[in-house]
């Protein structure tokens, strides 16, 4: 099975203070450069690795991180996995879910994705290809 993924870690995009808050408008200016750089012909899937991410996400900023790839959904063909921690790391990832899903744009949160290939949400995502 062929899977033309693009694994993107947050901490190639989430820049923070050094408090621990989120630099949104550094952030938002690193996603919008991976989405151009996702745009034709690379055609990826995208999953986005936060398992690793350092600093404190507030609901705000995740919705505008959101709206930019609302904003440029071409680039991620409005389907995106966010594979993450269980935990409020997990519940912030379902509140991400549910805002971009509600605007029309495919965002599942999942805390072992690759390891269920079964996920009847990862198989309506369509990021794994048909045999």
Do not use: C
């Not at 594979?83 to 379902?94: D, L, V």
């Amino acid at each position: 099975m062929d899977l033309n993924l693009r694994q993107i870690h947050a901490k190639d995009f989430l820049e923070t203070t050094p408090t621990g808050e989120l630099d949104l408008e550094t952030s938002k200016r690193l996603i919008l450069k991976l989405a151009l750089e996702n745009r034709s012909p690379g055609q990826y899937k995208v999953l986005i690795d936060t398992r690793q991410t350092t600093g404190r996400l507030t609901f705000f900023d995740m919705a505008e991180m959101v709206n930019v790839m609302i904003e440029h959904r071409e680039s991620f063909w409005s389907k995106v996995a966010v594979i993450t921690s269980h935990g409020s790391q997990f519940e912030h990832a379902k509140f991400t879910e549910l805002y971009a899903n509600n605007r029309g744009f495919q965002i599942g949160a999942f805390d072992d994705f690759l390891a269920s290939p079964t996920d009847k949400r990862a198989q309506s995502l369509s990021l794994r290809d048909k045999d």
